[in-house]
């Protein structure tokens, strides 16, 4: 997918981490262009630096990949101790899928598979908690694409749960959130991922490949709703950025 942002333009920037060759920031990153901010797109797996300081960024996301927040790969390794910026300068840091488990384990907490090997593969309830629906509108169920999750480190405050999965979507102070499920997905990301992941919707709790796109009609309109407010509530505009100085004063 090509994206219209550029990089050498005076737009503010949001950083994009990407895990592979082919890998999209999807609709996030096309929502975020339309909100008039440019995308720094790296890839750390593949050599790619990530700044001391996040002084020149609007804000940061950590999307997802079929690698484990447990591996011991340098990179794996170097992600989720950079997390420590956002987290430090309280600037906008959204962890998608693997990105929240790297703020997890960068928090203290632990990731793992299921206690019965159970998979999310496709579309799954979504359960906010009293936190979550004072925050917004949260859609009934959400695309997932995952065989790990995560528990609630200390600091963390849970937004919204599973019944398969219990932590879904955490808020760690006013400006960094992690989410379990995939809201950046779009209809080719959704084609390529059935395809070159068949072999996944064999496992235990994964859902068949028709499922996947019938779920897609039923569902995706109130994911690409509640992506819209979440862009609102998190990172504004580039016009009209959120302000987390004013919203901490405020509480």
Not at 33 to 41: Q, W
Not at 44 to 61: I, K, N, Q, Y
């Amino acid at each position: 997918m090509r994206l219209p942002f550029e990089p050498g333009s005076n737009r503010p920037k949001i950083l994009i981490i990407l895990h592979q060759e082919t890998s999209s920031p999807g609709r996030v990153g096309l929502e975020l262009v339309k909100r008039g901010f440019a995308l720094d797109i790296r890839k750390p797996r593949f050599g790619d630096s990530l700044p001391d300081t996040l002084e020149h960024h609007a804000g940061a996301v950590i999307f997802g990949g079929p690698m484990s927040a447990n591996d011991p790969d340098a990179f794996v390794h170097k992600e989720i101790d950079w997390i420590k910026v956002p987290l430090a300068e309280e600037k906008p840091f959204l962890g998608i899928c693997l990105g929240a488990q790297m703020m997890v384990k960068h928090l203290g907490g632990s990731v793992s598979g299921h206690r019965d090997s159970l998979v999310e593969i496709g579309y799954y309830p979504l359960q906010p908690t009293d936190a979550g629906k004072a925050l917004m509108s949260w859609p009934k169920k959400v695309y997932q694409w995952h065989r790990e999750g995560f528990d609630l480190p200390r600091g963390a405050e849970l937004l919204a749960g599973g019944p398969t999965y219990p932590n879904q979507a955490i808020r760690v102070g006013q400006a960094a959130y992690g989410i379990q499920f995939h809201p950046e997905l779009t209809h080719q990301m959704m084609v390529r991922w059935t395809t070159k992941g068949a072999p996944r919707m064999e496992l235990p709790g994964a859902q068949n490949r028709r499922d996947h796109f019938a779920g897609r009609f039923v569902y995706d309109p109130d994911v690409r709703k509640w992506l819209d407010r979440f862009l609102d509530i998190w990172i504004g505009t580039a016009a009209s950025p959120v302000e987390y100085c004013q919203l901490k004063a405020a509480e």
